[in-house]
């Protein structure tokens, strides 16, 4: 029903889920009706608990981030979402906007730029890349696996210039296919540079009467 009114309306439909397993479920069912007709994205929840000393997994924050990329420009389709997940706070639609780019073959690359770039969009600085949101730097090569993409890149530089983009398997490291673009969305939901962190430790203080010097 939801893939039929989906097919029929010039608008988004927002698919709301008792809860992940409802969501996964109706998710599936939506992309098996719908046959294609009209573009699914799914907003799934975090699975972690308020204070968890870990994170949510990479996969997780990716298809997140994927969505919140999408959703700006998305006129019609549908966003499966669970019940608990839509009541979360979410940084503005400027922010994943404004921390994504895009690279392409001839364009310039400046390793030590763009190495703090991934570094502040919160990439993780790595010797072989593994899994989303990290990077690693050798020589004129640089591979970075971008959150929202299903592999990651490998980018050969001339000079500072893009002479090569490459997509390729993380566990072989054997290239896949070569492409002439490749967009790279920031690795977490709220920014972690300075100014967001001296945010964040603002409102921490403001809102937990604790001793700092105790808590970790």
Do not use: K, N
């Not at 008792?18 to 719908?34: N, Q, V, W, Y």
Request: with cysteine.
């Amino acid at each position: 029903m939801t893939a039929r009114l989906a097919a029929d309306c010039d608008h988004l439909v927002v698919y709301v889920a008792t809860d992940t397993e409802a969501a996964f479920h109706a998710l599936g069912e939506i992309r098996f009706f719908g046959s294609g007709a009209v573009p699914v994205l799914t907003f799934p929840d975090w699975e972690t608990l308020p204070y968890d000393h870990f994170s949510a997994h990479q996969d997780i924050v990716s298809e997140r981030l994927e969505t919140l990329y999408e959703l700006p420009g998305m006129r019609r389709g549908v966003l499966v979402v669970p019940v608990t997940t839509l009541l979360q706070r979410l940084a503005p639609p400027s922010f994943v906007q404004s921390q994504s780019l895009v690279v392409a073959l001839g364009q310039t690359f400046d390793i030590a730029t763009e190495r703090q770039r991934l570094a502040s969009a919160g990439y993780r600085a790595v010797d072989t890349v593994s899994e989303r949101g990290e990077f690693a730097v050798r020589g004129s090569l640089v591979d970075i696996y971008p959150m929202g993409g299903t592999s990651p890149v490998r980018i050969d530089l001339f000079d500072d210039e893009i002479d090569s983009l490459r997509l390729f398997d993380a566990d072989s490291q054997r290239t896949l296919r070569e492409t002439e673009s490749v967009r790279i969305l920031p690795a977490r939901e709220m920014p972690i540079d300075e100014p967001g962190i001296a945010r964040f430790r603002a409102a921490w203080h403001h809102t937990f009467d604790a001793d700092i010097r105790r808590c970790h």
